[in-house]
């Protein structure tokens, strides 16, 4: 199995930049895809962006092209978010989450607690 831990959340002001972390240790070669999600009170789980193990390729939500960036150190087994520009409306807790040879994103992480004030 694969287990995820997020970490770099915190208090920013609106306008500025975090960058999260999230190592993934365990059957770390099996992960064909890794996702960043997040879940603002009382809203759904969102996806906020993706990136292949395998070439790199990346995806993102509308709502954050332009502001975040995935990136991934697959020596290390570890997913970053990096998220500029920061709103308020990206007040969530961020999860990391993998997909194993091409399946569902069946593993996640703790969350990390991200809050950006106006």
């Known amino acids: 199995q694969v287990q995820m831990v997020e970490s770099g959340g915190g208090l920013v002001q609106a306008g500025g930049s975090l960058r999260l972390s999230c190592a993934a240790s365990?059957?770390?070669?099996?992960?064909?895809?890794m996702a960043w999600f997040r879940q603002a009170p009382g809203k759904e789980r969102e996806f906020v962006g993706s990136?292949?193990?395998?070439?790199?390729?990346?995806n993102y939500a509308d709502s954050v092209k332009g502001r975040f960036t995935i990136s991934r150190d697959n020596a290390k087994s570890t997913l970053y978010l990096q998220m500029n520009s920061l709103k308020p409306e990206d007040t969530a807790v961020y999860y990391c989450?993998?997909?194993?040879?091409?399946?569902?994103?069946?593993?996640w992480g703790q969350g990390t607690q991200v809050t950006v004030s106006s």
């Open positions: 990136i292949r193990t395998i070439g790199g390729n990346t």
């Open positions: 365990g059957r770390t070669f099996s992960i064909s895809a």
């Open positions: 989450a993998a997909s194993l040879l091409g399946g569902s994103y069946d593993y």
